[in-house]
Every structure is written in C-alpha cells, then in structure tokens.
C-alpha cells in the first residue's frame, strides 16, 4: 500500500502540539525549610518540608515542589515560583530576603507562612506580613500555649475539601493574631476553640489575651486574596512534627499550599498516602538524642491531663493591664570568674527577634548559651538557630 505524505498543514499542526507538550512546566512551588532547633520531634522544619514535598509531587497534580534548606545562595530559585512556603523559627530565613520576597509577591507570587514563621516583630508584621499574608503574630497580644484543637476548616472553600469533619490535633496552637483593621478581607480557613480542660502547658508567652481568648472561637489558619493577584496564607500549627501523621491535618495544610499556587484543589482534597512510622522518623535534624516518634493514634490526645491553671500569674495580668508598668532596671548578676564570650544586647517586644553572635572560641571545649528574663519571668525563650562553628 502506498502511504501519502501528511499535508503541510497537519505537520505542522503536530509538530506544534509536540512541542507544546515538551515546553511546558508543571507549577513550581518552593518550601524554605528553617534550621534545627528545638528537642526532638519539635520544630522538625526540614523533615516536616520533604513529607509535604513528596506529597505534593505524588498527588498526581500539575504541580513540582522543591525543599531549600534556609535562604537559597542563589535567589533565582525562587523566580517562577507559583508559591513559597516558609517554615522557620521567626523570621530567620525570610529576614534574609525581606525585599526579594516583596518584589515576588507584587508580581502575584503565593505566599505561606508556617508556626513559628508567622512570628515577625511589630513593625515587620505592619510593613510586610499584614499585605503578604493577612495578619501575624504579635508578642504581648498573641498567646503559644500547648493545647489540643479540633480544627474545623471554613466550609466551601477550598482548604476544606476532602476534610469532611473535625481534625482533632494536639500542638502549639498560637492564637489572637494580629490582623489588619478591616477584618472582612481575611479568610478564617481553620479556626477552633481552646479552653482550661484543651489547654496542656502554658508557656513564655501567655497573656490576658489569651485568658480572654478561652471559650471562643480562634482562627488557627487565615488567608487573603491580594490586590496583586496572589494568595497569602498563615498557619499556627506544625510544632509537634507528629501531627503529619494525622491525615486531615495533612490535607489541610496541602489544600492551603496548592491553593495559594492558584491551583485547583481536587474535590476530595490534595491526595497523599498515609505517613508510616519510618517516614515520620525520615530526616530528623541530628539533636543529639535519638527519640522515635509514632504515628498519631486516634483518640490519643483526649488521654493528656490539663495543666495547672497559673492563677497567680494571670492575676498579674490583671495588675498589668490596670496600671502603667514601671520600669526598672535588670538585677545585677551574682559575681563570677567567668565572663560570656558574646553578649546581645537587652530585647524588648519591638526588638527584632533573631540576634546574630560571633564570638572567638578557640580551645573552647563546651559552648552553652545562657538566657535571663531580666526579671519580668516573661519571653524568656531563646535557643541556637543553625549555630556554625568555623
């Protein structure tokens, strides 16, 4: 049988379609996945950044995720990104870009900021996290407490979809955020209610706001639509790296990253496979103790007693609250032989939040890091952020 050549126009017509296909890009999303800190199995940013990763690239959407451990070196990487996930200890890898992200977002890049991310200083919260995102946390107004929420996603939207019911999770669930004045803009995507019986430990930054918090309704997860065209969304939880096991809670979180892509969230939700226990234990930061975590067991969390109620505390608050704090000076330090070979200055609320300290150290033979309240017993939390010793 003889063959006839195709006409011009049909080769043409398939050399085009071919080349389509081979041109194009699946959307590029990129996680900044923050240094170690924290004990095992807490602020597991990098191990927590490739389990989201891998689902992400699995899911069977057009769809590529990459992890960058910290600031990239080369800031290209993050052009052409439909998203970027930051999940960090405060702001010490977006701090780094401050004005490349900026210039991203206004060109309509999505933006996703995780736990302790969503902690910037005031001013940094004004200028950037409230058009990024929404809203942030603010020390002396937002509260960290440890408690156990069942999240409920905003129904019809598409965070919600393939979470038909409550998600109950246990994590350092922040709340009373701060967002802008004209609160109609901001999307509760998850929100829960904590109370005395919820709440398991009450940590450095407890306030009146969060006493007065108990027994109403918290937004946990929030999101924007921005003038420019992207997406912004914040999300409190992700301290306890466990919680990755919990299927909903999961789905929550990949519902809001492909959808701050501008991705179609698929009707039963961003699909991901069950997590086992060797992939929850898969890239743990080196802490310098072994602890092996387990997957989430249903039910688990109701088993935890609640903690004591700091009465005499709160009712400082009170006093606080009332009054005009008088100011006073540091207590002197008891007189020692030793001297610190690096010292930050005071810290205060407005202060940024991550101190950067050189220090010589040669013949030392142990580094210890030594953190004093100045006598308020309040955000009195510190610890090393990626220490490098050169």
């Known amino acids: 049988m003889t063959r006839k050549p195709l006409p011009s126009l049909a080769r043409i017509a398939i050399a085009c379609a071919l080349l389509s296909s081979q041109s194009h890009a699946a959307n590029k999303i990129v996680i900044l996945a923050g240094g170690r800190s924290h004990g095992p199995g807490e602020h597991e940013f990098r191990a927590g950044s ?4 891998k689902a992400l690239n ?6 590529q995720a990459e992890v ?3 600031w990239p070196s080369d800031e290209k990487i993050l052009d052409g990104a439909k ?3 930051i999940y960090a200890d405060g702001t010490s890898v977006v701090g780094k870009g401050w004005e490349k992200v900026d210039q991203l977002a206004k060109k309509g890049t999505g933006l996703m900021f995780m736990h302790y991310a969503v902690h910037p200083n005031p001013a940094e919260g004004e200028k950037y996290y409230r058009p990024w995102i929404g809203g942030a946390f603010e020390t002396d107004f937002s509260v960290n407490p440890h408690w156990v929420a069942d999240l409920q996603a905003l129904p019809n939207h598409a965070v919600s979809r393939g979470v038909d019911s409550l998600v109950e999770a246990y994590d350092e669930f922040y709340y009373n955020m701060r967002f802008p004045a004209d609160r109609s803009k901001v999307l509760d995507l998850v929100t829960a209610t904590p109370d005395r019986d919820r709440v398991k430990q009450y940590i450095n930054l407890w306030n009146q706001y969060g006493v007065d918090g108990l027994g109403k309704k918290q937004t946990l997860m929030w999101g924007i639509q921005r003038p420019d065209g992207g997406r912004g969304v914040g999300f409190t939880g992700g301290h306890n790296h466990r919680n990755w096991s919990i299927d909903g809670f999961r789905t929550l979180v990949l519902n809001a990253i492909v959808w701050t892509a501008g991705v179609e969230v698929p009707a039963k939700g961003v699909p991901s496979k069950p997590i086992s226990e060797d992939e929850l234990n898969a890239n743990l930061d080196d802490k310098g103790k072994v602890v092996r975590l387990k997957v989430v067991q249903p039910g688990e969390f109701k088993k935890l007693p609640a903690a004591a109620v700091p ?3 709160e009712a400082g608050f009170k ?4 009054t005009t704090p008088i100011s006073t000076s540091a207590p002197k330090a008891a007189a020692s032989s030793s001297k610190p070979v690096a010292e930050s200055p005071e810290m205060k609320a407005g202060n940024a939040r991550i101190q950067e300290l050189k220090a010589p150290l040669s013949g030392a033979k142990q580094l210890y890091l030594v953190v004093s309240d100045l006598g308020d017993n309040t955000c009195d939390w510190a610890n090393w952020i990626e220490p490098k010793l050169t």
Do not use: F, P
Not at 58 to 63: I, R
């Open 50 to 53: 490739m389990l989201l990763a």
């Open 58 to 63: 699995e899911s069977g959407l057009d769809v």
């Open 68 to 70: 960058v451990s910290g």
């Open 83 to 85: 998203t970027i996930v």
């Open 311 to 313: 009465t005499a505390r």
């Open 319 to 322: 006093t606080k609250s009332a």
